[in-house]
């Protein structure tokens, strides 16, 4: 028993703001200002249509953050 492993899986939302290029968007809603984004740098997100980013650092200083997609923006995002 001391070999199980046991977590549970987490999920925040958030919104994207603007893409800033094609590999690149900003995101808000998932943090507050004074967060410590060391701590979630490299973290996954993942859209409702499944595309998945990485979060490459803060944006500013209101709680927004970077997000990278390195096969590209997806053109469902991209035409909103």
Excluded at 13 to 41: H, S
Excluded at 62 to 70: C, L, Q, R
Aim: a positive charge; glycine letters at 12%; proline letters at 2%.
């Amino acid at each position: 028993m001391s070999r199980l492993k046991v977590f549970k899986w987490k999920s925040k939302e958030g919104t994207i703001d603007r893409i800033t290029d094609q590999y690149n968007v900003i995101g808000k809603g998932l943090f507050k200002k004074e967060t410590d984004f060391t701590l979630f740098t490299g973290m996954t997100v993942q859209t409702a249509q499944g595309h998945v980013g990485t979060i490459e650092g803060s944006f500013g200083k209101s709680g927004k953050y970077k997000v990278n997609f390195p096969k590209g923006i997806p053109e469902d995002i991209a035409d909103k």
